[in-house]
């Protein structure tokens, strides 16, 4: 029963819900959703908006894709979950065998959890106690990049830009790792080999988003320089981390985006569009090489973590249903025609006041400015313009699902860019 405390300054009924991001006293109330199909979320006071960001991009095939939502009925119609402790079922084996499959190189070792952020924590862990099982103690360190994000979880946290990212507050109370800059051009990597070298026996392993750093900024970096990671982890001896939970099923135009780079990490996490945005389902992805180190006779060196709800056969379904949508839709062909217009469209921004970046790859279109004033108000004018656009830091940035029309997705652009317009003259002429 509710019951509100008098000396409270909110009244505890219109607060139950706790909220993301959000400073509960002085954002706008949400917006209330009725329904969603395709590209489009419609509202209960009936407004419809284009989705362009893919519900935390997620939604890869549009809303309610009838592929899976047949999937996900017929599976919760027989098992809608059952522990993989002990136990195990046909949706599980089937999508670890596919994943295995369409994983880079050897790839082969899928253990499943609930969402990205624990995906990385196993990785981690992996990471870790694969030297342990070695018999060589004392590499408990990570190397992470500035600009970087993998998670809210306390030791993704730790991974994260400590300075630039969201998790400042929590400095004091995280696990100091070795946080660099991205190795992008020569002088930055004969500093970061310096430090490789120098701190080798601690580290226990390297971990970067590929390609885009996503909710660091959306901030790009080549192929190239992935390789380079790559190389260096080859050296060193060192296993790479590569958390393609927002590149990964085809955001870039290819299934994963290390394949730009021609990488194969030793460890893979995959999430986000994995289900096609239906059901939470994530996975850290690991080669057998780094799996023979936990194949032992001693109980002790098993991996010993298990979410409650990894492996869900009704979430396990949709990831099935998503890929055979890969498999027989031409989702890598639309991601590249959304490339395409974003190339023709985008640049007009170029000319807007203030600013500073306009790029996109693949199905992502960012628009970067020195920052972005009364944000609340700049949300509020993209949803009147009807379309679901969500700016953060200093950037506007458009990942539409792939699905969406050619007049969808010049409607999205337009009210983008008008939107974007008009509040840059505001702010910066």
């Given at each position: 029963?509710?019951?509100?405390?008098?000396?409270?300054?909110?009244?505890?009924?219109?607060?139950?819900?706790?909220?993301?991001?959000?400073?509960?006293?002085?954002?706008?109330?949400?917006?209330?959703?009725?329904?969603?199909?395709?590209?489009?979320?419609?509202?209960?006071?009936g407004?419809?908006?284009?989705?362009?960001?893919?519900?935390?991009?997620?939604?890869?095939?549009?809303?309610?894709?009838?592929?899976?939502?047949?999937?996900?009925?017929?599976?919760?119609?027989?098992v809608?979950?059952?522990?993989?402790?002990?136990?195990?079922?046909?949706?599980?084996?089937?999508?670890?065998?596919?994943?295995?499959?369409?994983?880079?190189?050897?790839l082969?070792?899928?253990?499943?959890?609930?969402?990205?952020?624990?995906?990385?924590?196993?990785?981690?862990?992996?990471?870790?106690?694969?030297?342990?099982?070695?018999?060589?103690?004392?590499?408990?360190?990570f190397?992470?990049?500035?600009?970087?994000?993998?998670?809210?979880?306390?030791?993704?946290?730790?991974v994260?830009?400590?300075?630039?990212?969201?998790?400042?507050?929590?400095?004091?109370?995280?696990?100091?790792?070795?946080?660099?800059?991205l190795?992008?051009?020569?002088?930055?990597?004969?500093?970061?080999?310096?430090?490789?070298?120098?701190?080798?026996?601690?580290?226990?392993?390297?971990?970067?988003?590929?390609?885009?750093?996503?909710?660091?900024?959306?901030?790009?970096?080549?192929?190239?320089?992935?390789?380079?990671?790559?190389?260096?982890?080859?050296?060193?001896?060192?296993?790479?981390?590569?958390?393609?939970?927002?590149?990964?099923?085809?955001?870039?135009?290819?299934?994963?985006?290390?394949?730009?780079?021609?990488?194969?990490?030793?460890?893979?996490?995959?999430?986000?569009?994995?289900?096609?945005?239906?059901?939470?389902?994530?996975?850290?992805?690991?080669s057998?090489?780094?799996?023979?180190?936990?194949?032992?006779?001693?109980?002790?060196?098993?991996?010993?973590?298990?979410?409650t709800?990894?492996?869900?056969?009704?979430?396990?379904?949709?990831?099935?249903?998503?890929?055979?949508?890969?498999?027989?839709?031409?989702?890598?062909?639309?991601v590249?025609?959304?490339?395409?217009?974003?190339?023709?469209?985008?640049?007009?921004?170029?000319?807007?006041?203030?600013?500073?970046?306009?790029?996109w790859?693949?199905?992502?279109?960012?628009?970067?400015?020195p920052?972005?004033?009364?944000?609340?108000?700049?949300?509020?004018?993209f949803?009147?313009?009807?379309?679901?656009?969500?700016?953060?830091?200093?950037?506007?940035?458009?990942?539409?699902?792939?699905?969406?029309?050619?007049?969808?997705?010049?409607?999205?652009?337009?009210?983008?860019?008008?939107v974007?317009?008009?509040?840059?003259?505001?702010?910066?002429?």
């Amino acid at each position: 029963m509710t019951q509100n405390t008098p000396d409270l300054p909110f009244n505890i009924s219109d607060h139950h819900v706790w909220r993301p991001y959000t400073q509960m006293k002085t954002t706008p109330a949400a917006l209330k959703v009725k329904s969603a199909q395709g590209v489009h979320i419609e509202l209960e006071d009936g407004r419809r908006l284009i989705d362009g960001v893919s519900s935390w991009w997620t939604v890869c095939h549009g809303y309610r894709h009838p592929h899976i939502m047949q999937a996900v009925k017929a599976q919760m119609d027989r098992v809608p979950h059952v522990m993989l402790g002990g136990l195990t079922h046909a949706p599980a084996q089937t999508l670890a065998q596919r994943l295995a499959a369409l994983a880079p190189g050897d790839l082969n070792h899928v253990f499943f959890c609930e969402s990205g952020s624990v995906s990385v924590e196993i990785a981690m862990k992996i990471a870790m106690q694969s030297w342990i099982n070695r018999g060589e103690r004392g590499h408990t360190k990570f190397v992470c990049f500035k600009g970087g994000y993998h998670g809210d979880t306390l030791a993704t946290m730790s991974v994260c830009d400590p300075e630039e990212g969201m998790h400042s507050l929590f400095a004091g109370g995280l696990q100091q790792q070795l946080v660099t800059a991205l190795p992008r051009d020569e002088s930055a990597r004969e500093a970061f080999e310096s430090l490789i070298s120098k701190r080798r026996a601690e580290i226990a392993g390297i971990i970067t988003e590929p390609l885009v750093q996503g909710a660091g900024g959306m901030k790009f970096h080549t192929p190239a320089t992935l390789a380079y990671l790559r190389d260096v982890c080859d050296r060193f001896g060192l296993p790479l981390i590569l958390d393609e939970i927002m590149t990964g099923f085809g955001r870039l135009g290819t299934m994963f985006a290390c394949e730009k780079a021609g990488v194969v990490p030793d460890i893979m996490t995959v999430s986000k569009a994995l289900t096609g945005g239906t059901l939470p389902l994530a996975a850290a992805i690991a080669s057998s090489r780094l799996f023979a180190d936990f194949w032992s006779d001693d109980a002790g060196a098993a991996l010993m973590h298990g979410p409650t709800y990894m492996g869900n056969p009704a979430a396990c379904a949709a990831a099935n249903a998503s890929i055979d949508l890969f498999e027989q839709e031409p989702r890598l062909e639309q991601v590249a025609a959304i490339e395409a217009v974003f190339a023709k469209r985008l640049p007009e921004a170029r000319d807007f006041p203030g600013i500073v970046d306009v790029r996109w790859q693949g199905a992502i279109g960012v628009l970067e400015f020195p920052a972005l004033p009364e944000l609340e108000a700049l949300k509020a004018r993209f949803v009147d313009a009807g379309v679901w656009v969500r700016p953060f830091g200093n950037i506007i940035y458009l990942m539409p699902p792939y699905v969406i029309t050619a007049d969808e997705l010049d409607t999205l652009i337009t009210a983008t860019l008008n939107v974007t317009r008009g509040w840059a003259e505001e702010y910066f002429l």
